[in-house]
């Protein structure tokens, strides 16, 4: 799959987006060039926006046992496959906003330009060896699956060049919780 935080890729891809007009015709499906663009905005929304309930149970397992795969891998997306109900657009939209929403321009250069510096930062809970630092922790600790988790993770995020990394174990926050 092609690397979006590539900026040559990025620029490939804003092209594309900027060529079409509210009169492009769909290649296949039946949205038209506003709800296109509508549709792939859904995705930030789950992220950024939190406009849409995350799937949790069945939906979730299904999701990411068969759905993901599809979806991140790089073979292209097969025609007229069905879309999730979250990410049909039924009614009209505005097609320069939804265009504009989706290559936010100045957010997008600002990030290529290294404006501003993202970091993916994963945290864990760790309440055994207490006196010792995160790292040592991840080595003394006994759970396998933690370990994979965290070096499966980094792993993964280093394919994104633009990210820096920072694993914080949060076993010393303190929170409060309302049962009422």
């Known amino acids: 799959m092609k690397n979006i935080f590539d900026k040559n890729i990025s620029n490939e891809v804003i092209e594309r987006i900027n060529r079409l007009t509210p009169e492009s015709k769909p290649q296949w499906g039946k949205m038209s060039a506003d709800q296109m663009l509508a549709h792939c905005n859904v995705t930030y929304e789950f992220v950024f926006d939190y406009k849409h309930k995350k799937p949790s149970g069945f939906k979730k397992l299904m999701l990411k046992t068969f759905v993901k795969n599809a979806v991140v891998s790089d073979k292209p997306y097969k025609k007229n ?24 321009k100045e957010l997008h250069k600002d990030i290529l330009n290294d404006v501003y510096k993202i970091e993916f930062v994963m945290a864990y809970n760790n309440y055994s060896y207490e006196d010792n630092p995160p790292s040592e922790k991840i080595n003394l600790s006994q759970s396998n699956i933690a370990k994979y988790s965290l070096v499966q993770t980094v792993r993964e995020m280093r394919n994104y060049r633009r990210f820096g990394i920072k694993v914080i174990d949060i076993s010393g926050i303190k929170t409060l919780v309302n049962n009422n």
């Open 81 to 104: 496959v069905r879309t999730a109900p979250e990410f049909l657009i039924k009614e009209e939209k505005n097609f320069e906003t939804e265009k504009n929403r989706l290559i936010a």
